[in-house]
């Protein structure tokens, strides 16, 4: 079955670093998202993209933070410089037209 | 806005006792509803979704949830928990016209042997 993916897995960073966060859709979807779940908290919406711009993005995606397609494949969510406050899991998801979103294994972000 | 409330933040229960976790929504029309779970260390797998017609719907792993309108409800169910069912178990809703998800504080299920 097919599968979102997400790399790396577990990041650690300084505060102030650049990180880029990368997701493989599944090969017929369309329509992608950022989430992110802070330790102990609901997940939050971030941003969804479709055909290669923002449809939506919520007051978190600040202009600190960034999305694109670059290749056509991969989808990246770059923070431009973190601070404390964004450690936390981020989670790829995509969908095709038929309202299921389907989540990639998340990568745990470490901000010291 | 939209918003889901899942009132229990733990629950225990034995292997083999049914289990039922609740989930309430507050939306003016009625949103497409979706029970995701997240086992230790893993992404969130979609168990099962409410978009119209039949309001009891089954899902994987012997899952299955009931809409109900008059309550703003959409409770899952299971009727005999496995030890492998231990994982956090969130509900969310999509506006029909929207696409992005809101989810609710999530409810974490421990089964005793």
């Known amino acids: 079955e097919p599968e979102v993916t997400q790399t790396p897995s577990h990041q650690v960073t300084q505060m102030g670093q650049e990180v880029i966060l990368r997701c493989v859709p599944i090969?017929?979807?369309?329509?992608f998202y950022w989430y992110r779940q802070i330790l102990g908290q609901k997940v939050e919406f971030l941003v969804s993209?479709?055909?290669?711009?923002?449809?939506?993005k919520s007051e978190i995606f600040d202009d600190q933070f960034s999305v694109e397609r670059p290749d056509g494949s991969n989808f990246t969510l770059k923070i431009r410089s973190t601070k404390l406050e964004d450690s936390a899991m981020y989670f790829c998801?995509?969908?095709?037209?038929?309202?299921?979103?389907?989540f990639g294994p998340g990568t745990r972000l470490l901000v010291l | 806005a939209q918003s889901v409330t899942q009132p229990d933040i733990h629950i225990t229960v034995s292997e083999g006792a049914s289990l039922e976790l609740r989930c309430n929504y507050s939306y003016g029309a009625t949103p497409y509803l979706f029970w995701y779970v997240q086992s230790p260390g893993q992404g969130l797998q979609l168990l099962l979704k409410?978009?119209?017609?039949?309001?009891l719907v089954q899902g994987i792993k012997g899952f299955e949830a009931e809409f109900k309108r008059s309550q703003s409800s959409f409770n899952l169910r299971k009727p005999s928990v496995h030890w492998s069912d231990a994982a956090e178990y969130f509900c969310a809703v999509r506006q029909a016209a929207g696409n992005k998800l809101t989810f609710g504080g999530g409810t974490r299920v421990l089964v005793k042997p």
């Open positions: 409410y978009f119209s017609g039949d309001t």
């Open positions: 993209f479709y055909n290669n711009e923002i449809s939506e």
């Open positions: 998801a995509t969908m095709t037209g038929e309202e299921t979103q389907y």
């Open positions: 090969s017929n979807h369309l329509y």
